[in-house]
């Protein structure tokens, strides 16, 4: 019999159709996969000679678990540099991606049964590492009028004496939402008056189209001190294989993430490490290219969506998504988004991720990580599709 938490862990809901994409892939079907999670985009040149270099050089050997002191002080300036944020070399916690980051604060932080605050649309892996802690996931509507930023007022209705964390991801995956600086200093002021650490996934940061991005950390020293800022490489700098995540973390919860890091993944890779170093210091004219061919064809996207009878679709500040409402197009065939899903894709032949993964049914999510073709032939099909 296995353990009651990994029977509480949901199946992937994207599994099932990565396998039918595939399948049909080998029937010789062109389909297009707007499913993806990761920049289409080669890391940066000037990376990876820093990488091929370190190889060469023989580096290979273990580091501090919770990374080389070189990457913890690049990642310390740019915390200073870009958010505001003063995080000292040890409080600075480098893993094998954010994910393990997460997990880490959870187990850090929540006992069995307390309870984490999480925004919905959610990115799909909180409810689960969650519940692998032992925690209950409280969701709570991130509402689409409100172009999906969650509210003080809203997070305020779910707090119980047992609430413990409160997870905030922007922008945010699956919708691209940015919470309002406003907003965050009401989110801050309610977390303190009830004593709620806040998580706050900040890995797109950088991929914001419009404003600039304000870190919730940075509001004061009172919130600095019960927030977790995530953060990592694999959006920015297209390194998501390279599996460098990173978080600045109050000293004596930094000491307790990293100790159960040392002990579940040890050090992540030390190659990647030294090429993260170049990532962070070195030239970011890269990365602004990205960004602008990202918001190109957020726009292009979103604009040829708006042309299609009974799409409404949220304008992302940010990330790589789009996540339109296609709940005008449910009939008795098509019911909720895993239904949409499939027909989209045996019928339209476009891979989407149905909403039911991020905790809405209503709609889908489309990446936009993806060729300006690739775009423009998924717009044609889903033209086709409801038309
Ligand atoms: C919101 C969000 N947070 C964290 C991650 C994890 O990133 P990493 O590759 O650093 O583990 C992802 C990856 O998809 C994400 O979308």
């Known amino acids: 019999m296995l353990s009651e938490r ?67 002080q690049a990642i310390s300036g740019k915390f200073k540099r870009e958010n505001n944020l003063k995080y000292d070399v040890n409080e600075i916690v480098v893993a094998s991606g954010a994910k393990p980051i997460l997990f880490a604060t959870v187990l850090a932080l929540c006992n069995p049964g307390d309870e984490v605050i999480v925004p919905a649309p959610y990115w799909v892996t909180y409810p689960d590492d969650i519940r692998l802690c032992g925690a209950n996931p409280v969701f709570v509507e991130a509402r689409e009028e409100n172009k999906f930023a969650i509210t003080a007022d809203a997070i305020a209705e779910k707090i119980t004496d047992k609430t413990r964390l409160l997870i905030l991801n922007d922008p945010s995956n699956p919708t691209g939402a940015i919470i309002p600086k406003e907003e965050k200093e009401k989110i801050a002021e309610l977390c303190l008056k009830h004593n709620i650490w806040i998580l706050s996934d900040e890995i797109y940061e950088r991929l914001v189209f419009e404003e600039e991005y304000f870190s919730i950390a940075s509001l004061g020293e009172d919130i600095w001190n019960k927030t977790i800022t995530l953060n990592g490489l694999s959006k920015t700098y297209a390194m998501p294989g390279w599996r460098i995540g990173y978080a600045g973390i109050p000293l ?48 292009m996207f979103l604009d040829g969506l708006s042309k299609i009878e009974g799409i409404k679709c949220v304008k992302p500040g940010g990330a790589f998504y789009l996540y339109p409402n296609l ?25 989407a ?6 905790g809405t049914d209503e709609h889908v999510r489309l990446s936009f990580a993806t060729s300006e073709e690739k775009i423009n032939e998924c717009l044609i099909r889903l033209e086709k599709f409801f038309g």
């Open 353 to 358: 991720v149905p909403g039911a993964a991020f």
């Open 252 to 299: 004596e919860l930094a000491k307790k993430i990293g100790g159960a890091l040392s002990h579940i993944t040890g050090n992540p890779n030390t190659i990647a490490q030294i090429a993260g170093i170049e990532a962070l210091n070195g030239s970011q004219d890269e990365v602004g290219k990205m960004i602008q061919i990202y918001k190109k064809r957020r726009d």
């Open 327 to 351: 709940s005008s197009h449910y009939d008795s065939n098509i019911t909720n988004s895993t239904q949409m899903a499939e027909k989209l894709l045996v019928e339209a032949h476009i891979a």
């Open 6 to 72: 990994i029977q509480k862990m949901t199946p992937s809901a994207t599994l099932s159709l990565n396998q039918k994409a595939g399948e049909l892939t080998k029937q010789g079907i062109d389909i297009i996969n707007m499913a993806v999670g990761q920049p289409d985009f080669q890391v940066p040149e000037n990376i990876r000679l820093v990488a091929e270099k370190a190889a060469r050089e023989g580096h290979g050997k273990y580091t501090p678990a919770t990374g080389k002191i070189e990457l913890r």
